[in-house]
């Protein structure tokens, strides 16, 4: 009944920026806290950035400075602005969202903590 996309990933270079987008759909209730996720080479899914509800944000060392993440409420987005690509940076980048959607007509509910989208490609070259 719901579906998390991302979008915005490509091939750059060392030191140019993307714009990832992660856009929920469906029948959505809310979206609580989301994260970006960063898939290495042994296939382990590593927190990048989180944002919750509120605003409050959280940053993986490696990426402090770099990279922000923000949402738009109202078109269920949240995005990662990332600049000063690294080479260390390239992997697939998961949003991870917790959000509570309709199961039906009559005001049935669910709340998935762990609903994941299915990736976008991130290649940095050097």
Request: net charge negative.
């Amino acid at each position: 009944q719901v579906q998390l996309v991302e979008s915005g990933g490509g091939l750059v270079q060392t030191g140019d920026s993307l714009r990832l987008s992660c856009t929920a759909s469906g029948r959505l209730l809310s979206i609580n806290a989301v994260g970006w996720y960063r898939q290495g080479p042994e296939n382990q899914r590593d927190l990048v950035a989180e944002i919750t509800t509120a605003g409050t944000t959280n940053y993986a060392d490696s990426v402090k400075g770099r990279f922000t993440i923000s949402r738009d409420n109202t078109d269920n987005t949240v995005y990662l602005q990332m600049n000063n690509l690294k080479p260390e940076d390239t992997g697939v980048y998961f949003c991870k969202a917790d959000l509570t959607y309709e199961t039906s007509d009559w005001g049935d509910k669910m709340r998935d903590f762990n609903a994941w989208g299915q990736g976008t490609q991130v290649t940095v070259s050097s």
